[in-house]
């Protein structure tokens, strides 16, 4: 068969579905991925055919910088950067470069029918496209699903301001507005019912509400693999505990204050450091680098994190998924809501803790670290949480479940 991906230009959506690419494409089957020019080269190791479609979304965001002095906790900063305009802003970017490339993609898979589309649930031209095309859709979720059960916005600390409900409601009339073009009615973009078939990227137990979801809905897990583009990384602190340190990979990772306040929080401690600082530092801003601590702008995140003691996250789903996978506990330092949310379930869960919300300091960075470290009860439901994750199936699962829906619907009534 051959299979349609179209997902959103962004590592956190793009990674978990490379190794079920892998998997279809070693059992026979043909896939052409459209996303972003960045990730080409990581879509073509996994033997897929690259289509350029989009845009990465880090290139949209303008670089956050550190709060003024006295401005209290780092995180202030972020959550500010996540304002109305800023969003409204890139949706409306989204939609205008969809208006652009949408009418390419579609003569792509015309001149090359997919028998299904496997879409990013946040891809808007990933459900046009199943639509328009009239084949099965496939919805790809990185991180929650929703049913009538568990909405997405009950993760939502609070009401929404305003003025992004007021935004948010604008954009959403400019893409129906554009699926009307398409000849598509009733669109509902992030709302209305699922996919036919949909592939969760958590377990069921990390899932809010998991038992509610129907077997539309396939918790295969965290979908590891190796993509083509890391170098193998070795710890050199011997057997001395390891914190992996990272922020993600989105431009909010900017946080210079923050990665200051670490290395003085570590320096000549027990502790081996493994720092993922990303691309918009220069490591030259942080001042002098302990023995203890390496520094680089981007590890190979599975490799270090199959030798981390805990983790200090921004607690991204993908992150987070890949930390438990590994059965490392996690330190949560949240930059925008949805990780916020993820946080939230963590400490629900026993896997972890996260930084307080208020003014940090090196001292208590290291203390936080330390107690989860040394936390048992953490430690067991981490390694719990491992075991399910494990079992449940990963990319074999993902491609079972894909081949299962497929073959039943070509099945005679």
């Known amino acids: 068969m051959h299979f349609a991906f179209i997902c959103l230009p962004a590592a956190g959506h793009v990674n978990p579905t490379l190794p079920v690419v892998a998997e279809l494409v070693r059992r026979g089957h043909r896939v052409t991925y459209a ?21 990465d979304l880090a290139s949209q965001f ?91 916005r009950e993760l939502m600390p609070a009401r929404a301001p305003a003025e992004m409900i007021k935004a948010w409601k604008q954009i959403c009339q400019l893409i129906d507005d554009f699926a009307a073009e398409q000849g598509l009615a009733q669109f509902n973009f992030m709302e209305g019912p699922p996919a036919s078939l949909n592939i969760c990227f958590i377990p069921r137990e990390f899932q809010p509400a998991g038992e509610t979801f129907d077997a539309s809905f396939h918790f295969v897990g965290p979908c590891m693999g190796h993509r083509g583009t890391e170098e193998a990384w070795q710890p050199r602190g011997g057997d001395r505990p390891l914190v992996f340190i990272s922020l993600g990979t989105t431009p909010l990772n900017d946080r210079p204050e923050f990665f200051r306040m670490c290395l003085e929080a570590f320096a000549a401690s027990p502790w081996q450091v493994a720092m993922a600082v990303g691309d918009r530092i220069k490591v030259s801003e942080l001042g002098q680098i302990p ?12 490799d270090v994190l199959g030798h981390a003691d805990v983790f200090l996250s921004h607690t991204g789903m993908n992150s987070t998924m890949e930390a438990l996978y590994f059965g490392v506990p996690l330190v949560a330092f949240p930059l925008q809501p949805e990780q916020e949310a993820n946080a939230r379930r963590v400490e629900e869960l026993g896997l972890g803790r996260r930084l307080p919300a208020g003014p940090l300091s090196p001292a208590l960075i290291r203390t936080v670290i330390t107690e989860v470290s040394d936390d048992q009860e953490i430690r067991r439901n981490v390694r719990a949480m491992k075991q399910r994750i494990r079992g449940s199936g990963g990319p074999t699962a993902a491609a079972d479940a894909i081949e299962g829906y497929l073959s039943a619907l070509r099945r005679p009534a």
């Open 62 to 152: 303008p670089r956050v910088g550190s709060p003024p002095d006295g401005a209290g906790s780092p995180r202030t900063g972020m959550l500010a950067g996540l304002g109305s305009g800023m969003m409204s802003g890139l949706l409306e970017r989204l939609l205008e470069r969809a208006r652009e490339e949408f009418p390419a993609l579609m003569a792509r898979l015309a001149a090359d029918p997919p028998d299904a589309v496997c879409y990013d649930a946040m891809t808007l031209a990933g459900k046009m496209a199943a639509m328009k095309l009239a084949v099965p859709d496939i919805a790809l979720l990185p991180t929650y699903a929703a049913n009538e059960y568990f909405s997405l």
């Open 291 to 302: 023995d203890n601590v390496e520094v680089r702008a981007f590890f190979p995140q599975l």
């Open 35 to 55: 996303t972003s020019a960045e990730y080409a080269a990581a879509v073509e190791f996994a033997g897929a055919a690259f289509f350029e479609s989009g845009e």
